[in-house]
C-alpha cells in the first residue's frame, strides 16, 4: 500500500514513538491507522483525531478556538499551537532568528534532493527578465497609499521583511524572489495573518497578494515541527487550501507558491480541471502541505475521498469576490461548510481581491472569526500606474480601430520586439473570429477561452508569454489574476457588464509598480457602465471624454439619481476598490486609518448584487 509523503514521516515518527498515546502536549494520538470505508471518509474525524481536539482548547482572545493567543509583535507566541496536534516548537517566544524553526524532520529532506530549483527552469529568459525588474520595482507609486483597517485590535504594519520572523528558508526565497521590501498590502497582511487572525483584504490589482497569503502560510506550517496525520489509505490531508477561480491561475498561484516554499520542507500540489486527474492523485499520494485548487477538481477528489480537509489550518480565497459570487458559491460553500473541514474559529482564513462588493462581504463574512478588513486604496496608487482612455467605437468600426491600435504599439515596441497586447471580448465565438481575423491580416495572435482544451489555452498562454503571438484576444477568463510581464496594453474590445471585472482586465498590465496603458470601446450597448466607468476614471486622474460624462449622467438622471443598474450597483469605497460592509452595519469597533484622507465618497449606494452572466469562467 502507498503512504503519502506526509504520512511516511508521520509514520517513522510514530513508529519512534512505538505504543505511544500522547504527545508532549498531553494530546491523544492515533498509533495505528484504521480503515475508514470511502463513502464515510469525508464525514467528521472520530473524537481523538486532531481537528476535535482543537475544539477542547479554550478560546484566546482573538476569537479564535485553539490559537495560541495573540502574539506581540510579529513572532510566533512561545510554545507550539496547541490546535495543531504537533509537538511544541522550541522556540523562544518572540525571539527571532533560527529558534523554533521546523526542520520538517526526516521526510522532506528525503524528498528535497529531488525538488526541482523553481528559480532556474520557469519559463527561462522570461523569467530572468521579470526577476530582473522586480528590482526596479517603482515603491515611490507606493508611498502616497491610503490604507484603512478596521476590526478588533488590528496588529500594526511592518515597513522591512528583516522585521517579520519568517523563517531563514523562506527569507532566502524572498532575495531569490528579488523582493526588496514589502507592498502596501504586504506590510499590512503578514503582520495579520501571522497573528493568526482571520482577513479579508482588497488591495489594487499586481500589488503583490499572492505573496501576501502564501508567506504566512508557508511560514505558518514550517513552525509546525510535527503533524499526525490520518493513515487514510490513498487520501491526502492537506494543511492549507487556498482556492481560486481559474485553473491558470491556479496554476500560476502553485508555481508562485513553489518558489516562496523551495527548500523549507513544506510541498505544495496544485490540481485543477481539464488536466488527467490521475497524474494529480499520483502527486497528491506523495503528500501535500499547501493545496492549491480550483473549485471544481477539488469537490470531485473530496466526493472520491482522495482529499480530506479535516486537517487544514489556513484557507485562502483568491479572487474571493468572483469565488462567493453566483457562479462558485455552491461549491465553496460545499467545500468549506459542508465537507469536513474545521470550522471558522479553529481553522484561519484569509480573503483576497481587487474588489469587494459590499454583498459578497456579507456573504463571506460566513467563513470568517473576527475578521481584520484590510483596504489599500487604489486612488494616487497603483491604478494611477494605468493610463485609461475611453473611445467611442461603433460596433462595425471595432476591428480597424484595434487594427490602428495594434500598429500604434508595435512602432513604440521595445527592444525590437513587439510588446504585449491582450484584448478582451465578450464571448468564445467572439474571440475565435477575432483571433482568425487578426491572423489573416498579419497579426501574430492566439486565444484563451473557456471552449478551448486546457493544453490548447496553456499552449496559448505560454505563446503570449514569450512574445511569439505578442497579441492575445480573452474572454474573461484571463481577466483575473494572471501576472503576465510586459503586457503594455489591455484593449477592451467588447466592454464588461461589471465594473469590478474591468478593474481586473485593465489590472493585467500596470503591475508590481510599471507603467501601462488601458483602451477601451464604448457604444451604446454599454451605456449602464458610463457612470461607473466615468466615476472610476476620475478618482484615477484620468481624463474623462464629455461624452461620457454626458452618457453618465443621462444615466443617473434615467435611474433616478441612483446612479448604474443591476451589478453595477455597488457601493464601492470610493478610493478604495471596497470599505468594511461592518461599518455600514453600525459596526462601532476600533477603526484603526493609516495614510491618506478619509472617506472620499464612493457610489453612496449600497448592495444590490444583481443576477450575472459567468459563462466565460470554468
Ligand atoms: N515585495 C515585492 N517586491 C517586488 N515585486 C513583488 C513583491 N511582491 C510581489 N511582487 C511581484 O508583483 C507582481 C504582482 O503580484 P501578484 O500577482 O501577487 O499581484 P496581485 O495583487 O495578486 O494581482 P491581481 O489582483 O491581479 O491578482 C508579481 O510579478 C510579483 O512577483
Not at 495573540?70 to 490546535?83: H, I
Not at 486612488?379 to 493610463?387: R, Y
Not at 503571438?469 to 496594453?489: E, F, K, Q, S, Y
Not at 478619509?598 to 444583481?610: E, L, R, V
Request: net charge neutral; hydrophobic share 35%.
Amino acid at each position: 500500500m502507498r503512504t503519502s509523503w506526509a504520512d511516511s514521516v508521520d509514520n517513522s515518527a510514530s513508529e519512534n514513538a512505538a505504543t505511544a498515546a500522547s504527545d508532549s502536549s498531553g494530546l491523544t494520538r492515533p498509533t495505528r491507522s484504521t480503515y475508514v470505508l470511502p463513502h464515510l471518509r469525508n464525514r467528521q474525524p472520530p473524537s481523538t483525531d486532531p481537528p476535535d481536539r482543537l475544539h477542547s482548547v479554550p478560546s484566546s482572545a482573538n476569537g479564535r478556538v485553539g490559537f495560541g493567543g495573540p502574539t506581540t509583535g510579529l513572532c510566533w507566541p512561545g510554545g507550539s499551537r496547541p490546535d495543531l496536534g504537533r509537538a511544541a516548537h522550541n522556540g523562544s517566544g518572540g525571539g527571532r532568528g533560527r529558534s523554533g524553526w521546523s526542520t520538517r524532520n526526516g521526510g522532506w529532506d528525503r524528498g528535497r534532493e529531488h525538488e526541482a530549483n523553481p528559480f532556474v527552469d520557469d519559463d527561462n529568459a522570461e523569467q530572468a527578465i521579470s526577476e530582473q525588474e522586480n528590482t526596479g520595482i517603482n515603491f515611490e507609486a507606493y508611498d502616497d497609499i491610503p490604507v484603512e483597517t478596521s476590526g478588533d485590535t488590528v496588529p500594526p504594519p511592518v515597513n522591512t521583511f528583516a522585521e517579520i520572523d519568517l523563517g531563514d528558508a523562506l527569507n532566502q526565497n524572498i532575495r531569490r524572489c528579488k523582493y526588496v521590501k514589502p507592498t502596501p498590502v504586504q506590510r499590512y497582511s503578514i503582520p495579520i495573518s501571522l497573528a493568526g487572525r482571520d482577513l479579508m483584504a482588497c488591495a489594487q490589482t499586481g500589488s503583490g497578494k499572492t505573496a501576501a497569503f502564501c508567506f504566512p502560510i508557508i511560514s505558518g506550517i514550517m513552525r509546525e515541527q510535527y503533524v499526525q496525520r490520518p493513515r487514510g489509505a490513498r487520501t491526502a490531508y492537506p494543511l492549507a487550501l487556498i482556492l481560486s477561480p481559474t485553473r491558470e491561475l491556479s496554476r500560476q498561484i502553485h508555481d508562485e507558491a513553489k518558489k516562496f516554499s523551495y527548500q523549507t520542507g513544506v510541498k505544495v500540489v496544485v490540481t485543477y480541471g481539464g488536466a488527467p486527474i490521475n497524474q494529480q492523485w499520483r502527486e497528491l499520494e506523495r503528500g501535500v502541505d499547501i493545496l492549491v485548487a480550483t473549485p471544481g477538481r477539488l469537490v470531485d477528489l473530496l466526493e472520491r475521498a482522495r482529499i480530506s480537509l479535516q486537517m487544514i489550518r489556513y484557507l485562502a480565497l483568491d479572487e474571493a469576490d468572483r469565488m462567493l459570487d453566483m457562479g462558485f458559491e455552491p461549491q465553496i460553500r460545499k467545500i468549506v461548510e459542508q465537507m469536513d473541514m474545521p470550522p471558522q474559529g479553529v481553522r484561519q482564513t484569509m480573503l483576497f481581491s481587487a474588489t469587494f462588493p459590499k454583498e459578497i462581504q456579507r456573504l463571506a463574512s460566513d467563513f470568517l472569526s473576527n475578521y481584520i478588513f484590510l483596504a489599500v486604496g487604489r486612488v494616487g496608487s497603483s491604478t494611477d500606474l494605468i493610463v485609461q482612455r475611453v473611445e467611442f467605437v461603433h460596433e462595425y468600426d471595432k476591428r480597424s480601430h484595434l487594427m490602428d491600435l495594434i500598429h500604434a504599439q508595435k512602432e513604440s515596441g521595445m527592444r525590437g520586439k513587439q510588446s504585449l497586447t491582450l484584448v478582451f471580448v465578450e464571448t468564445k465565438k467572439g474571440a475565435d473570429s477575432l483571433e482568425h481575423w487578426l491572423y489573416v491580416n498579419g497579426f501574430p495572435a492566439t486565444t484563451i477561452h473557456g471552449d478551448r482544451t486546457q493544453q490548447e489555452r496553456e499552449k496559448a498562454l505560454r505563446s503570449f508569454k514569450s512574445g511569439k503571438t505578442p497579441i492575445l484576444v480573452a474572454t474573461d477568463v484571463a481577466a483575473r489574476g494572471l501576472d503576465i510581464p510586459h503586457v503594455a496594453h489591455v484593449v477592451n474590445f467588447d466592454l464588461p457588464n461589471d465594473i469590478d471585472d474591468y478593474v481586473h482586465r485593465i489590472g493585467r498590465t500596470g503591475r508590481a509598480g510599471k507603467t501601462g496603458l488601458a483602451t477601451a470601446f464604448f457604444n451604446e450597448g454599454n451605456s449602464s457602465l458610463a457612470r461607473p466607468l466615468a466615476d472610476l476614471m476620475q478618482e484615477a486622474n484620468q481624463e474623462v471624454p464629455a461624452w461620457l460624462i454626458r452618457y453618465a449622467s443621462r444615466t443617473r438622471t434615467s435611474h433616478g439619481g441612483g446612479g448604474g443598474s443591476g451589478r453595477n450597483r455597488r457601493s464601492w469605497g470610493g478610493r478604495f476598490g471596497g470599505r468594511d460592509f461592518r461599518r455600514e452595519n453600525s459596526f462601532n469597533r476600533a477603526m484603526d486609518y493609516h495614510g491618506g484622507a478619509k472617506g472620499s465618497g464612493g457610489y453612496g449606494f449600497s448592495g444590490g448584487y444583481g443576477p450575472g452572466v459567468t459563462s466565460a469562467w470554468d
